[in-house]
């Protein structure tokens, strides 16, 4: 169960639009759905998906509690990883 949600976090770390429609999809949401929990457009969430929005870290964690429900383990698990990422790509 660990292993799986690790593997559903990096995908999360390395594409955060994919990964959110990803995890949108698998819990049945529309976009609607998801911009209506987290208090934005559905244009927005579309873009973001696409990869056509960049998404500040505190826009993330709200999309990821607010409008997933992920609980405060996994936005940790997730924040270290995406840092984990980032100091490899930046030494």
């Known amino acids: 169960m660990e292993q799986q949600l690790i593997g ?3 995908i999360i770390v390395d594409d955060f639009g994919r990964g959110i429609k990803a995890y949108r999809e698998a819990k049945g949401m529309t976009l609607d759905d998801l ?3 987290i208090g934005c457009s ?3 969430i579309f873009r973001v998906e696409k ?3 960049v998404v500040p870290v505190n826009r ?3 999309v990821l509690k607010k409008g ?3 609980k405060q383990s996994q936005i940790e698990l997730y ?3 995406k840092i984990k ?3 490899q790509n930046n030494g």
């Open 8 to 10: 559903r976090i990096e």
């Open 35 to 37: 911009a209506i929990q």
């Open 42 to 44: 559905a244009s927005f």
């Open 51 to 53: 990869g056509k929005r």
């Open 60 to 62: 993330r964690i709200m």
């Open 68 to 70: 997933l429900g992920w």
């Open 79 to 81: 924040l270290t990883e």
């Open 85 to 87: 990422k980032y100091e």
